[in-house]
């Protein structure tokens, strides 16, 4: 696609060159993700030109949310882990109003789960319950198995915490007060800090919630914006520009 009409959250020169990579269609949509091929080569500087980003992925060097991808047009999007085990690097995508999307480098230990947000919850065959989750992916609860948790412990806007590639859940988060929440979307992306206040109020986009800082800044936003990073301190590492 041309770089005039390129998604804000991708960050290069719009006047250097006429095109830019388009990422195919996946689990994230085209405004909130950036290509692998366009991390690799343009953002993390692996490699010089897409002749030698392809090498690489042809070769089974990168691993996005444990699982090898080869595609250099794979869409890569919000908390998906990718990972260069050769060399030792692994990387959560985060955003924020100065970067747009960016990879945050993190330990090997932490690549090996990511969180996830329900979206939306569907009854299937049997009584079934799947969660559908932000980044496409969905997981199922059976309604039987004494494994697995009662389908109602986790309303939609929860956060899973996930085991890649496997899907395990380890723990959840609940969109409550005194939890984590990180800004995804919005005017005020990229902030993060404890809730203070959940305020539904009925209509669409109509509900906030309110973030509070460690500095004690304080911002509202969108209930939709929000996304919980766990209960009384972060499940994740993050940068700390981006705070309330």
Do not use: W
């Amino acid at each position: 696609m041309k770089r005039y009409s390129m998604p804000k959250l991708i960050r290069a020169p719009r006047k250097r060159f006429t095109f830019i990579m388009k990422g195919r269609p996946g689990p994230h949509p085209l405004e909130h993700s950036i290509p692998l091929g366009f991390l690799i080569r343009d953002v993390l500087n692996f490699s010089k030109t897409a002749r030698e980003t392809r090498f690489i992925l042809n070769h089974k060097e990168v691993l996005v949310d444990g699982k090898t991808r080869t595609d250099y047009r794979f869409p890569i999007g919000f908390m998906d882990v990718v990972s260069f085990p050769k060399i030792n690097k692994y990387y959560r995508i985060i955003v924020d109003s100065r970067h747009g999307i960016y990879p945050h480098e993190i330990t090997k230990a932490e690549s090996e789960y990511k969180l996830c947000q329900i979206t939306n919850k569907t009854t299937i065959k049997k009584g079934h319950m799947q969660l559908n989750l932000h980044d496409g992916r969905s997981i199922i609860l059976k309604t039987k198995d004494p494994k697995k948790k009662n389908p109602n412990d986790y309303p939609t806007m929860t956060t899973l915490k996930i085991k890649v590639p496997s899907q395990e859940i380890v723990e959840s988060y609940p969109l409550q007060e005194n939890a984590q929440g990180f800004v995804y979307r919005g005017k005020n992306i990229g902030v993060y800090g404890k809730i203070t206040k959940v305020e539904k109020i009925f209509g669409v986009n109509a509900s906030l919630v309110n973030l509070e800082s460690k500095e004690g800044v304080k911002k509202s936003t969108y209930y939709n914006y929000i996304f919980v990073i766990g209960k009384d301190k972060s499940a994740i590492t993050l940068p700390e520009l981006g705070s309330a």
